[in-house]
């Protein structure tokens, strides 16, 4: 159990290296085609490779194809697509960090939400953790003090919907297959996305090839949706089944982290003093959660049959 446990949080871990790294290439790409759009194509590129992938090496897995999975699949889907359609909303009246820290926030909602639907009351280590992770969070984002305006209650809303994603995957991951309750969860998105473009922004960008041949919107959806949407978001499904919601928000606010190591790499930003002191806060309140794995999986497997 312990080296399921290991390997799920290093896999984690590498699923926030992915994110954060992609940072950059997503922000360029939505330069020049609309962040639904973007959203759209990169969920359904990620979708047919994942299905494809399904159909061909695990079609087995079919067989246990029903409503349940279906509801599920959709119900995490949901719960994703609204963490990245607020946030891109929320990002139109507020500033990258700001957003950034109120995402993170999710670090947070996720023990809180867990002990509210699961009733899995996080350990005193995984409270202290949680707290030393939100203070690198802000020392990490907020550059600025800029009151709060309608942006923030927007991203806010974005990170109620990243906590619930990981819940509802914890709840869900160990009861259905991997890959295919993650096909139905970024086929979701993708729909939800598509429909959002269709209705909110100029969706024929999505359909020229000027546009999605352009160099930076080709690459960023090659590398966002093979990587950071079908790879990734399958590696949490299957991998989160070994751990806790609380530990996995912890890993994923390593997301930041790594997005400001890439930008310092390859854009040569600069890091403030605050910024670096953030970044360890951050690593540490990761490090200092660590929980008696034994008993949490045991706790964790009982309320997840029972709650919800």
């Known amino acids: 159990m312990k080296k399921n446990v290991f390997f799920a949080d290093a896999s984690l871990l590498l699923v926030a290296f992915i994110w954060g790294a992609t940072f950059v290439i997503v922000q360029n790409a939505i330069a020049f085609l609309e962040p639904h759009s973007f959203n759209g194509l990169r969920f359904l590129i990620a979708a047919i490779l994942l299905l494809t992938w399904l159909l061909i090496f695990e079609k087995e897995q079919l067989k246990q194809l029903n409503w349940k999975i279906v509801i599920s699949g959709i119900i995490i889907g949901i719960w ?36 509210l639907l699961l009733k899995s009351k996080p350990g005193m280590n995984a409270v202290i953790g949680v707290s030393i992770a939100t203070i690198g969070l802000y020392l990490l984002t907020m550059t600025d003090r800029v009151g709060l305006n309608i942006g923030d209650g927007l991203v806010f809303i974005c990170a109620i919907g990243f906590a619930m994603h990981i819940i509802f995957t914890g709840k869900y991951s160990s009861n259905f297959p991997s890959l295919l309750l993650t096909v139905i969860q970024i086929t979701t998105v993708s729909f939800l996305s598509i429909m959002s473009a269709f209705f909110t922004e100029d969706w024929r960008q999505a359909m020229n090839p000027d546009v999605i041949f352009q160099g930076k919107v080709l690459t960023a959806l090659i590398i966002t949706s093979v990587f950071a949407t079908a790879l990734a978001f399958f590696a949490q499904t299957r991998f989160q089944k070994f751990t806790t919601p609380t530990r996995v928000a912890l890993i994923f606010a390593m997301e930041p982290v790594f997005a400001a190591g890439i930008a310092f790499l390859w854009a040569n930003e600069r890091l403030s003093y605050s910024a670096i002191i953030g970044c360890l806060l ?27």
């Open 80 to 115: 994703l697509f609204i963490g990245y359609a607020f946030q891109t909303m929320g990002l139109l009246h507020t500033t990258s960090s700001k957003a950034g820290f109120i995402t993170g926030l999710s670090v947070v909602l996720v023990p809180l939400f867990s002990y």
């Open 282 to 308: 951050i690593f540490s309140g990761m490090i200092f959660a660590e929980v008696p794995l034994k008993k949490t999986q045991q706790l964790l497997k009982k309320k997840q049959n029972e709650a919800i």
